[in-house]
């Protein structure tokens, strides 16, 4: 054999190995976040415990009262949906208008997501895919949480 075909077969080589880690990086790459939730059965899954939960919970419950939890469950899923990369589009409206007059507390934020972090740990979702859902959803607790003013003493 001689050196340039040497050469030629070690090129090859390197060339399929090459390859080989490419095809298995790319059968290796990390599933998206919704497919980490377990796609739209798991997302539906996820909103319609989460609000059976909070809407039973008597810490929790008062802003679920008379509230269309069907309605709810849907939109819901349709944001964790699109939230978290899978095919949906949400089409409800903003969070500042949905909880609008509904007084939400931080104890009351918090709760629901304690509540959402036990459901994810049941359903077996694990914790970086837990903490990027947290992660998108954080963000909205400004437009959930009502502060409350207080007047100034005069």
């Not at 399929?16 to 298995?24: G, Y």
């Not at 990390?30 to 539906?44: C, N, S």
């Not at 899923?77 to 903003?94: K, V, W």
């Amino acid at each position: 054999m001689t050196h340039a075909s040497r050469l030629l077969a070690l090129a090859a080589v390197l060339a399929a190995a090459a390859l080989a880690v490419h095809v298995a990086v790319a059968d290796a790459a990390p599933a998206t976040l919704y497919e980490r939730l377990g796609g739209q059965a798991g997302v539906a899954a996820i909103s319609d415990t989460l609000i059976d939960r909070v809407s039973a919970d008597p810490r929790l419950r008062r802003s679920f009262k008379d509230a269309d939890l069907g309605r709810i469950k849907r939109l819901l899923a349709e944001q964790l949906c699109d939230l978290s990369g899978g095919p949906c589009h949400y089409t409800g409206d903003s969070m500042k208008e949905v909880h609008a007059g509904h007084h939400i507390s931080e104890a009351e934020f918090y709760g629901m997501v304690d509540t959402l972090r036990t459901i994810l740990r049941e359903r077996q979702v694990g914790i970086a895919a837990t903490n990027q859902l947290l992660r998108l959803l954080a963000p909205m607790k400004r437009e959930v949480v009502e502060h409350m003013r207080t007047e100034s003493p005069k």
